[in-house]
């Protein structure tokens, strides 16, 4: 068995902060997004694993290489244009001679449901069984692609029916396993209407072949990972799962409460109050006096200056965040400098739910709390305050004293106006008094 995980794409809702990256190795619980799904496969026995690439590839491949560092091999295809997932899947079909999975890079799948679809294909009692798709059970099957099934025999797969006029509650996940002769059905795959080769069209390809497809119906966690609170929710998830692994150094008079993971260099200064779980990776300066609550994610080579506080917050490679600073339900890219005193802000006024602007829209992130994206390279002057919500670009440069309302692109210089008034003041000659 091997597999193919599709990471082609560039995550465009999660800008800013794949400008420099694709959406795959966005940093989530201290990993790549991707890297979870190459673990799980891993764990599941399959180690050949083909990488299908375009946007950005050279981050991915210089992160994972051929694979033997994460205990797999790797391939990598490179998809020419984004036309698909039926066309990423066939642009790697030199490296397939056998049965596969395919997943996608920013959906994260658990060891159990990798599993499971491996076993329903190796107990399937028809060698006419050519695939089987993971399915799951949903409210509004008007969002998905739907199936309908006559015992676990998929008969019939429909993409978003209209209201009302779905055949079953049952959709597909996107995680599927295929033998080779999908590549004959994908060669026949035409264009859809959206301008794209769809997988479920090359699916009806196959039924109409007389070829069966079975459905699991799975119950295990997945998540999928599309927009940057989303990231947070996965990070939150994963820092659950995590237990103490201590590889640097605490000194003393440091409390700790809960699971931490401290990586090789790092240092936890005298004064700092941690509440588990945190992660923080290798070659990171922490304190003294500083206090990290749950969930925050300090990635490698981050410097946390004095008197800051962190709440459920990524800090991606190279950061800083300098003294009298607090960053709030935050994600912040790599190599920005954070001012002394710098607030970003998780909380609206009113109390109402933070909207964040993705794609040119103003979307409801359904959270309370939600505080800024930067992007990398940002760096903000002192006492510089972050509304919530508020995405700032890559390298712009706020100057102190600002604060910030609305979204700034990228490379943008921002200050305020101020009229700095200077009065003389009048003191009493001495022989006066």
């Keep these: 068995m091997k597999a193919i995980i599709l990471t082609a794409g560039e995550g465009t809702r999660m800008r800013p902060l794949t400008t420099t990256r694709p959406k795959t190795m966005l940093i989530t619980g201290g990993k790549p997004l991707i890297q979870y799904n190459i673990e799980s496969l891993r764990d599941a026995g399959i180690k050949d694993i083909t990488l299908v690439v375009g946007y950005k590839k050279e981050v991915i491949e210089e992160y994972f290489g051929d694979g ?11 998809q020419e244009g984004q036309l698909g997932t039926a066309h990423a899947i066939g642009s790697a079909e030199k490296y397939i001679d056998e049965s596969f999975i395919v997943l996608n890079g920013d959906i994260i799948v658990s060891y ?6 491996i076993e329903k ?31 676990d025999k998929i008969v019939e797969i429909v993409e978003k029916p209209a209201p009302g006029e779905a055949p079953s509650n049952l959709a597909n996940a996107g995680i599927y396993l295929f033998s080779t002769e999908i590549f004959d059905a994908i060669r026949k795959t035409e264009l859809s209407e959206r301008g794209e080769y769809e997988i479920t069209d090359s ?6 072949n007389g070829w069966e497809i079975l459905g699991l119906i799975s119950h295990e966690p997945w998540m999928d990972v599309g927009r940057p609170w989303e990231l947070l929710k996965s990070n939150q998830d994963f820092l659950e799962k995590m237990e103490d692994d201590i590889e640097g150094e605490i000194e003393e008079n440091v409390t700790i409460h809960g699971p931490l993971h401290l990586g090789k260099g ?6 700092c109050y941690i509440r588990g779980p945190v992660f923080i990776g290798e070659n ?3 304190g003294p006096n500083t206090y990290l609550r749950p969930y925050a994610c300090l990635c490698n080579d981050v410097d946390v200056g004095n008197a800051v506080e962190i709440k459920n917050s990524i800090i991606m490679d190279g950061t800083n965040v300098n003294h009298l600073s607090y960053v709030g339900d935050s994600v912040i890219g790599v190599n920005c400098n954070l001012g002394a005193g710098t607030n970003l802000a998780n909380l609206r006024f009113d109390d109402q739910h933070v909207r964040v602007t993705v794609k040119g829209k103003r979307v409801d992130s359904g959270l309370r709390k939600l505080g800024a994206i930067f992007g990398d390279g940002v760096k903000t002057g002192i006492n510089t305050s972050v509304n919530p919500g508020v995405k700032i670009g890559n390298g712009s440069f706020i100057n102190a004293g600002c604060v910030l309302y609305r979204d700034i692109d990228s490379y943008s210089l921002v200050s305020t106006k101020t009229n700095l008034i200077v009065k003389e003041i009048k003191h009493k000659k001495e022989d006066e008094k």
């Design 68 to 78: 033997s560092k994460f205990g797999v091999n790797i391939n990598y295809a490179v």
């Design 203 to 208: 699916l009806k390809i196959e039924l109409e």
């Design 121 to 151: 294909y190796a107990t399937r009692t028809s060698n006419n069984v050519k695939s089987v798709l993971t399915l799951i059970e949903v409210d509004n099957p008007s969002n998905y692609g739907v199936v309908s099934t006559i015992n």
């Design 112 to 117: 159990d449901l990798i599993r499971n679809l």
């Design 266 to 271: 790092s240092i936890i200064r005298s004064g």
């Design 284 to 286: 990171c300066d922490v």
